[in-house]
Antibody
Framework: EVQLVESGGGLVQPGGSLRLSCSASGFTFSNYAMHWVRQAPGKRLEYISAISDNRGITYYADSVKGRFTVSRDNSNNTLFLQMSSLKNEDTALYYC????????????????WGQGTTVTVSS | EIVLTQSPGTLSLSPGERATLSCRASQSVSGSHLAWYQHKPGHAPRLLIYGASSRATGIPDRFSGSGSGTDFTLTISRLEPEDFAVYFCHQYGDSLPQSFGQGTKVEIK
């Protein structure tokens, strides 16, 4: 069974940093793109970052570009999201999502989602 | 960015009734790369439909998807008690960022 378990969320002050992790199991992790999606309170889901398979090609939404860094450790089946210069508007539930192909472009969709980890940015 | 608009916002129906949910895109979704998910509070979203009309593994055949271009529909032929949830659409075509609709809540009437 494919499983994704996020961790690392918490309360952080504006300007602070946080590192989210996503532990994956049940599939050949290195073969698939992985995605980060967030949902702020009362808002729709927002696609914020992705990383391709073992080639490690990355994507960032404009809202997080230059502040967030996505990476993966294929030997330990773990996805990361390093978040820095955090803002109040980064407060959200962050989901790790498995891709359906090795890429996140041109039809690279998603199938399995984790339950999410909550990030709260507040002073 | 492709903006997805779902309607209605809330659908109040009884078990056994048919549910029809709409997802309209601000521009054409390439390759009909449109998915539907079910989301219940405290649970991870569950993929129902991908490629606009293909059911994901294990999804009952009362769920069906249709559409192309800018107009897509999710139909639940006969609502079961476990189907009352939020449903959202997702486009994953050529245009980055991928994007999501705002969701339709299907509630018990």
């Amino acid at each position: 069974e494919v499983q994704l378990v996020e961790s690392g969320g918490g309360l952080v002050q504006p300007g602070g940093s946080l590192r989210l992790s996503c532990s994956a199991s049940g599939f050949t992790f290195s073969n698939y793109a992985m995605h980060w999606v967030r949902q702020a309170p009362g808002k729709r889901l927002e696609y914020i970052s992705a990383i391709s398979d073992n080639r490690g090609i990355t994507y960032y939404a404009d809202s997080v570009k230059g502040r967030f860094t996505v990476s993966r450790d294929n030997s330990n089946n773990t996805l990361f999201l390093q978040m820095s210069s955090l803002k109040n508007e980064d407060t959200a539930l962050y989901y790790c999502v498995k891709g359906t192909t090795s890429t996140f472009w041109s039809g690279g969709g998603m199938d399995v989602w984790g339950q999410g980890t909550t990030v709260t940015v507040s002073s | 960015e492709i903006v997805l608009t779902q309607s209605p916002g809330t659908l109040s129906l009884s078990p056994g009734e048919r549910a029809t949910l709409s997802c309209r895109a601000s521009q054409s979704v390439s390759g009909s790369h449109l998915a539907w998910y079910q989301h219940k509070p405290g649970h991870a979203p569950r993929l129902l439909i991908y490629g606009a009309s293909s059911r994901a593994t294990g999804i009952p055949d009362r769920f069906s998807g249709s559409g192309s271009g800018t107009d897509f529909t999710l139909t639940i032929s006969r609502l079961e008690p476990e189907d009352f949830a939020v449903y959202f659409c997702h486009q994953y075509g050529d245009s980055l960022p991928q994007s999501f609709g705002q969701g339709t809540k299907v509630e018990i009437k």
